[in-house]
């Protein structure tokens, strides 16, 4: 039932794996660069733009349908209330022209001028939606207090009935498009302007409940029913408008810095990585950060652990599409010697024992313990996975064996994270479950804490 809501777009974003399509034989495939380290296939940023141009013209059809479909009864039903909501899916469909021409300017290469391209204008489209919505709802408010205090005959109700029917089904499927391929390609506007479909569809819904109302004889239930479905618009201007704001204003998720720093400091070679900062131009994820490299190596060395980095950085974090890496020398004391890190200068993830990388038929990526905001957690992050992958970690525990399921987090489907802390001490014996399409894999693996961490 879960996987069934996320699908439809439902619930805070949740991804089951597979649930993309990407790749091929059926399962996933990031390479190990994941992003503008293939040749002879279309660049990530024209395939992601082009499936949003697609989601948004095949949304304008399918709303401008329905508005069609809706008028024809407005005509002959005389229904003011089916005629607001009739103006009101026409305003949605033209929502897809922002949105559109956004889309299109995004695919354009940087300039000299514009050096980091035209992917902000995606944002400002966002912004442009959210005030639609805000029109609508102030619109669908009006027209409701207007219907509560004087009330208006309507006519051919089974025409009304259906006509809203088919503004709620025709809007649901719009949502349910834009939402996913939001989600897939990563746009916080093309996910608000789902949404938006989403409370036109209510509002279609509540011209069918308030004409049932006049039905049996309570004609005020239309304005009523008006005004409840005012103010869940109302709560969806918020949420949308504090999503687009935040990537506006330069916002990330903190969860992305916690990644890019953990997976920073897990490549060999790098004694610190400070400075980190990241943010998004449309659906296109930036970083950059400072790493302190012993200063005894030869260049070339040095510049192997930043590729390495950066590998890795594409390899954990599928939608950052660009990321710029200052190499710093280590401080040094008065003495002349490099001074040592303090631990609260160093990420605890130091302590951790080593990753337990694999590569199998089902699957191939990295089991490690890692720092949330939650606390400690067993995490697998794949490079590689089949449809429909499930995963769990088995521990050999002296009082018997600890089992801690991995499920897919909220903002990334390919980083599975364990619900439970995994109990000290981290040395241990463990194997790792994948399990897809009847198929099991068991992985046996040790973890060994480093010295010094030992409990």
Known sequence: ???????????????????????HSGGHDHGSGGHGHTHGVIDPTIATTSRGIWAIKWSF?????????????????????LLADTIHNVGDAVTAIPLWVAFMLARRKPSRTFTYGLGRVEDLAGLFIV??????????????????????????????????????????????FRIRVGREINSAALIADGYHA????????????????IWMGFPLADPIVGLVITAAIFVIVWQSARAVLTRMLDGVEPDILNEIDHVAEHVAGVQRVHAVQARWLGHRL??????????????????????????????????????????EAPAHDSTGHAAAL???????????????RFETGLAAGVVEIV??????????????HVEGLSAKVVIDRPDGPEI??????????????????????????ATLVLTANDTSETLPFRMVEPDGHHH
Do not use: C
Request: charged share 15%; aromatic share 6%; proline share 5%.
């Open 198 to 213: 989403r409370t036109d569809g209510f509002t279609s819904l509540a011209v069918v409940l308030g004409a049932l109302g």
């Open 342 to 356: 303090h631990h609260s200068d160093a990420h605890s993830h130091h302590h951790a024992p080593e990753p337990f």
């Open 371 to 384: 720092d949330t905001p939650g606390g400690e957690r067993m995490r697998l992050t794949l490079a590689r």
């Open 61 to 81: 059809v399918i709303l401008a349908l329905t508005a069609a479909t809706q008028l024809v009864v407005v005509i002959i039903s005389g229904s003011v209330a």
């Open 1 to 23: 039932m879960k996987s069934l809501l996320s699908w439809l777009g439902y619930g805070d974003g949740d991804h089951v794996l597979g649930g993309h399509g990407h790749g």
């Open 131 to 176: 005030a639609i919505i805000l029109f609508s709802a102030i619109v669908a408010g009006y027209q409701s207090i207007l219907r509560l205090i004087d009330p208006q005959p309507i006519t051919h109700l089974g025409w009304v009935l259906a006509a809203g029917v088919i503004g709620f089904f025709g809007n649901e499927a719009v949502a349910v």
């Open 286 to 327: 930036h970083a950059e950060m400072s790493v302190q490299i012993d200063e005894t190596l030869p260049l070339a060395d040095a510049l192997r652990i930043v590729d390495h980095m950066r590998t890795e950085l594409f390899a954990h974090l599928p939608v950052l599409s660009q990321v710029s890496i200052r190499i």
């Open 404 to 429: 801690l399921e991995l499920m897919p987090d909220m903002d990334n489907h390919h980083r599975l994270t364990s619900h439970a802390v995994p109990a000290e001490p981290h040395e241990f014996n």
